[in-house]
């Protein structure tokens, strides 16, 4: 069980540190698979009770299945506004929860790597993330979630469609699978918008940190599938790979190319920016995003060497808004979370700055 | 005796160094006695054969004078470009002597704070600099050294006019003392042209850091007096004094009022310029000298308590690009002298923390 929010917002997502493949570039990959619940109204169209009725159901099987065993449960209309945000944030909602809250509710493992959202668009979205680049780890571990489940509720499902959502773009599979990616070096050499445009044409979806709607900040970008019906799950995660393959490679290059063309100007970005962010007093999050992102390439090419990678994931999460007021226990407006950003952020460095000292 | 101008170099100016009364403010008072050798044309239509006897002149004086036994003579003519620009970052000379050569050269005592041009403007430029506060002082140089050299050279002096001048504006007392000031507090607070118009009002010249004609940079400012004529010297001295006094008192009261409404924003700056001083990897003078500024008022302010002050008036010296390159004993362009620059910057902060460290 997850003592408190305090407690998560604390400490790194679990799913953003350790080892992995080409961590240097994808920083996580995620899987979700939507369901539903056999002979029920999709979310959007059920009243209240029906919501609670699925709720019960849907609890009383993820208490029965292996890998949510001693999960958190965390109801919506439970939770104050900045709770709902930070959960945001943390990558555990969607902003339909934000939004939404009767009978909508949250079970996740205590790692935060596999989770359900209840009642969101469709009665379970079943999410699983790992670190680095593994969106086919994600996958087994969400399909094996959804099977332990499916052996608990029945899912609607068509013979000839497949798994029935309440928006058609997520009907078959019900799998979106992405991968959250950091490409400063093709932002700076300018050929970001050629391999996106890429991507899109090969019916993917890219996006900012933020998820739907946001704008991109740091140079991250998550790329995810559109496509559900027709290709099995391994298929639509395969393809994700070999695509994110290239990406990674084109990535490689044109690092290379401005350590090759321009390093001193390179070196100059990435040690500035850990200039401003171990000495600021003000800092907002879009600042602190850049900053990190240039820190972060820094550290990838070895420029900064010692800069941990994981404390530098972990602060991506963890200088957002409703991080920083769960911390503090205070509703702060936006000059104080600057200067509580600032300080954090300048903690967080000269502790792993300490820790490198020591070793 | 100077050994070399690339020992000149590495070290600090040492009328920039040491305690003085409102160093904070006043980083140093510079004392100029125009003088003319009677019977004798002004330099401007002197021929190259009487600007050398009127130099073998003065530098036989100079030899018998106590002040400056033993100091050092440099020849325009033997001097390289660079060596001559050296000088001219340094104070030591003025860009008449960067551009003419024959005939002209510079004696310099060996802490710099005593020395003569010899045929810029007018055949002598006795000139003196004291750390801070310090004009009469200055004044008080200078005059024993003019009095000593009239008791070898007998100068052109009128008895209505007082010492003739080749440029009337001299044209009385010759003098003309400055102080070279730091005011950031008034940048920040926009009360700067409100000052500087009532320091013009009252007949003084501001100028930038770099003298005649050059911008404002830094926030450092050179305001001298441009009345020679009439007021005893001590008159003139006292009146800068009084009114330079004025100013660090508006100096005094911008700082505290931003230390009092914005403290937050001006420890930000402060910090950001020690983080971007302390690691970029490209500096160019122009913020190096902008930065250098923001850490001198965080100094000042107890912002940055530990920041040695002499140490940033060093660097303020010693960042210009002929300084650089006569230390690097090489020609550099310019994205090579801003790598220098930005290391060499680096390095004495880092000899300054390793310092205080140590204490």
Redesign the interface.
Known sequence: MIASLKDLAQRPAPWLVGEAPDRDIVLSSRVRLARNVEGRHFAHTAGESTLDELRERVLAATGRVGGLVGATVLNMEDLAELDRRFLLERHLISVDLVRNLPGRCLVVSDDEAEGIMVNEEDHLRIQTLRTGLDPLGALKGALRLAEELEAEVPFAFDERLGYLTACPTNVGTGLRASVLLHLPGLAQTGDIERVLNSLRRLNYTVRGFYGEGSGVIGSLYQVSNSVTLGPSEDDIVQELLRHTRQVIAAERKARRYLMESEE??L??RV??A???L?????LSTKEAFERLSDVRLGSGLGILPGVDESMLNMLLISVQSAHLQIVAEASLDA?ARD?VR?RYVRDQLAIAHTRKDER
Do not use: F, N
């Not at 171990?278 to 003000?282: E, G, K, P, V, Y």
């Open positions: 001193v100007g070196s100059d040690w500035r850990h200039g401003v171990s000495h600021a007093r003000l000059p200067e600032a």
